[in-house]
């Protein structure tokens, strides 16, 4: 699911709502809190434009809108991992910040929105109609109710109109030249043959020749991969609650302390269970619960007591037994803490020669003693030499296969090419780029397409499923040539929107280039 939100968010669809949204939001902006410079602290705001400030509350409108937007395309809320992939925080700015930039450019643009053109706006939007038809008094009692006066919103309206004719016209100065009409046309008919070379790494390794440079150069670029782990061994003595309660009691008024405290564990069928029909039980868990305090107490005082390290008289004082382990990682516990996660963990944590803990597991209570400690270290060449050759022969096959990949483009543009060629056979265009006998490849398929008689050659090599592909175009089958001219408009229609969607995104990616822009930093940090 989350890839289809995606999907939508990358489209020219969704992208048009963006506009939609931002359109009729800012109107909003402008009659709730006026203009963007208005904000008060730096908490005020969610962004500066040119020192103008977006008021926070403007932000939190936008941001609440488009993730509504999303939610009905996923028809269900949206998990926080799920909002933070989609970059909504970002969008939700960048959606503002684009406002303030166009309201501004649409000045220099020597853009004007008339009375007229206000009132037609005004008339057609569905809240102020009564049987279909703009009614004056319809208008009057919703702005009554919303606390709006006509002249705030006539001037919100003027604002959104503003923005509207600016984006509308980039979107016009769009246009769909006959060369890309031509080519799409070409693309949804024809059908190709490509002449191709392709080269793997895994066939080049015996070719690869390494120095001792090239061997100490790949260990010192992949330290992470042959860095030993860090290695701790411990001293560590358990302590064991069940012995400690065994010398325990516990007195009535101490178990229906506990009871109260803990009554969810007491359910019966028909709800809480009375404390004389659990007595015994309550008692027993008072116990075991009294015993797992007073040992851990018991573990923190000797601890504190013997601050020196001496694991030894600690444990002698608690009457415990002191176990030692090897060296170990924490990926490779000592077989002596099998299951015991927290205090393997804790054994990473302290100094060497220090006394941690406690640390309390279903096994007992911890004190632990670092005995010796090992700190990640790359170990000389002569000790991973056989890894280390097997990865620096395998990076070196894919220089060479890419080498041998661009070498191979330089030889098919020469008459009679000295390579050994494979052949596709016939393929129409696919948007999903499979190919026979090379794969799925959209950026090929669409290079392939484009190739002509006149310049065969694809410029660059491609890389598909590992290996590297070399191209050229052997033979075109022109489809439906004369359908075209009845075709052309069909095609224009079809690539207009991207095309002036393309144009608004490159106007505002340049406005946005020149102007200074601030967000919160508080505002993307989670």
Do not use: H
Request: aromatic share 8%.
């Amino acid at each position: 699911m989350l890839g289809i939100i995606r999907k939508y968010k990358e489209s020219i669809v969704i992208k048009i709502v963006f506009v939609v949204i931002v359109l009729s939001f800012v109107g909003t902006i402008f009659l709730v809190w006026g203009e963007g410079g208005s904000g008060g602290g730096d908490s005020s705001y969610a962004a500066k434009v040119n020192g103008s400030k977006i008021p926070f509350e403007d932000y939190q409108k936008s941001y609440y809108r488009l993730k509504g937007i999303y939610e009905q395309i996923n028809g269900k809320g949206l998990s926080p991992e799920m909002e933070k992939q989609l970059g909504l925080k970002k969008l939700a700015i960048d959606s503002l910040i684009d406002t303030v930039l166009i309201r501004k450019e649409a000045g220099k643009m020597g853009i004007k929105v008339s009375k007229d053109d206000i009132q037609k706006a005004i008339a057609a939007v569905p809240a102020f109609q009564r049987n279909g038809a703009f009614d004056f008094q319809q208008y009057q009692e919703v702005l009554r109710s919303s606390r709006i006066t006509p002249s705030q919103f006539e001037e919100s309206q003027e604002q959104d109109l503003l923005i509207q004719k600016a984006r509308q016209k980039v979107q016009e100065s769009a246009v769909v030249s006959d060369e890309e009409l031509l080519q799409t046309f070409r693309k949804q008919n024809d059908r190709i043959e490509l002449a191709f070379a392709s080269f793997a790494p895994a066939e080049l390794t015996a070719e690869v020749k390494l120095s001792e440079q090239d061997l100490n150069a790949y260990l010192q670029a992949n330290q992470e991969k042959f860095k030993t782990p860090e290695q701790v061994s411990v001293a560590f003595c358990v302590l064991d609650p069940a012995a400690v309660a065994a010398k325990l009691t516990v007195s009535d008024e101490e178990a229906q302390t506990y009871y109260q405290k803990n009554i969810d564990r007491y359910q019966g069928k028909g709800g809480i269970l009375p404390y004389a029909e659990v007595q015994g039980r309550v008692k027993a868990d008072a116990l075991a619960f009294k015993g797992a305090r007073q040992t851990y107490e018991m573990a923190a005082d000797a601890i504190n007591k013997f601050k020196s390290g001496d694991i030894a008289a600690a444990a002698a004082s608690l009457g415990a037994k002191v176990t030692e382990t090897q060296l170990f990682t924490a990926a490779a516990p000592a077989p002596q803490l099998a299951g015991e996660p927290e205090v393997v963990k804790r054994s990473f944590t302290i100094s060497q020669g220090e006394l941690g803990g406690p640390v309390e597991t279903k096994k007992g209570i911890y004190l632990i003693k670092v005995k010796e400690r090992k700190a990640a270290a790359v170990p000389p060449l002569a000790q991973v030499r056989s890894q280390v050759e097997q990865g620096a022969r395998e990076e070196k096959a894919k220089e060479l296969a890419r080498q041998k990949a661009d070498q191979a483009i330089a030889e098919l543009a020469k008459p009679g090419p000295n390579l050994k060629l494979l052949e596709t056979g016939s393929f129409g265009y696919s948007a999903k780029g499979d190919i026979p006998k090379i794969g799925s490849a959209p950026e090929l398929m669409e290079a392939a397409f484009s190739l002509t008689a006149a310049a065969p050659v694809a410029k660059t090599p491609f890389q598909v499923g590992g290996r590297w592909y070399a191209v050229k175009l052997k033979n075109r089958l022109e489809m439906n040539k004369e359908a075209f001219p009845q075709e052309k408009e069909r095609i224009r229609q079809s690539l207009l929107p991207k095309k002036q969607q393309d144009a608004l995104d490159s106007w505002l990616k340049e406005l946005k280039g020149k102007a200074k822009i601030e967000i919160n930093p508080a505002l993307l940090a989670d």
